[in-house]
């Protein structure tokens, strides 16, 4: 990736951690959405969802990758929360500055930072789900959407919000890409995706209510 022009000002350790949040985002910007599209498999039939898993596990895939992506997903959320505002004033001056000069690019961060909290409970939550109902299966995971399909609903939001707009962000402080197209781009590649994911849910949830 060309680095922006403005490089971040500050110490060399702010700049290093600059880098393993782009580093770490980018990973689970594209761990969310190959999972999303993984998960899909299943429009094509349960065997098919099925075969896919087992070979995830028959290759180690799955005992190698969760570890990595829970490794990513708790320094991201070290690193990302660093810039939290985390007493009142901060929070307030936050508020006033929203209110007084919030453009568009102020409040995709404003709710990245609300929608980031609530994925890291949430996450842990569908993490806690899955290794409980080893190993991935279609039967289990429709019966598992069809008892809680609201909270994956919730989760689907969210990540791919997080995501799409995440990624927007890195390219925006990174790149020489400017705005607009990035954020068509972000757009167009999250309504696609939470579109796909929409129908998966569906199909699960069904298939968990026919069992």
């Known amino acids: 990736m060309q680095l922006q022009k403005n490089t971040p000002k500050g110490s060399k ?16 910007v594209l761990f969310i959405w190959t999972h999303m599209i993984f998960v899909s498999s299943i429009l094509l039939g349960a065997d098919f ?3 896919h898993s087992e070979n995830l596990d028959r290759y180690y895939l799955s005992y190698l990758g969760i570890p990595f992506v829970i490794i990513i ?19 307030r001056t936050l508020l006033s500055h929203l209110k007084t000069q919030g453009g568009t690019d102020t409040l995709i961060w404003f709710f990245q930072v609300i929608s980031g909290i609530a994925i ?14 080893w190993p991935i299966g279609a039967i289990t995971s429709s019966d598992r959407v069809h008892s809680f399909w609201w909270f994956y609903l919730i989760l ?4 791919l ?30 309504a696609s995706i939470f579109i796909l994911s929409i129908f998966t849910l569906l199909t699960m949830y069904k298939l968990g209510g026919s069992l």
Not at 156 to 159: E, H, Y
């Open 13 to 28: 350790a702010e700049l290093y951690l600059d880098l393993i949040e782009l580093f770490t985002g980018t990973s689970l």
């Open 156 to 159: 689907i939001l969210l990540s």
């Open 161 to 190: 919000y997080h995501a799409g707009f995440g990624i927007y962000r890195q390219f925006v402080k990174w790149t020489w890409f400017s705005r607009k197209p990035l954020r068509f781009v972000a757009i167009t590649l999250t």
């Open 120 to 133: 890291l409970f949430l996450g842990i939550a569908h993490m806690a789900m899955i290794l409980s109902q």
């Open 73 to 91: 997903f708790v320094t991201h959320a070290i690193v990302a929360g660093r810039r939290i505002p985390a007493n009142y004033r901060e929070q």
């Open 49 to 51: 969802f099925n075969h």
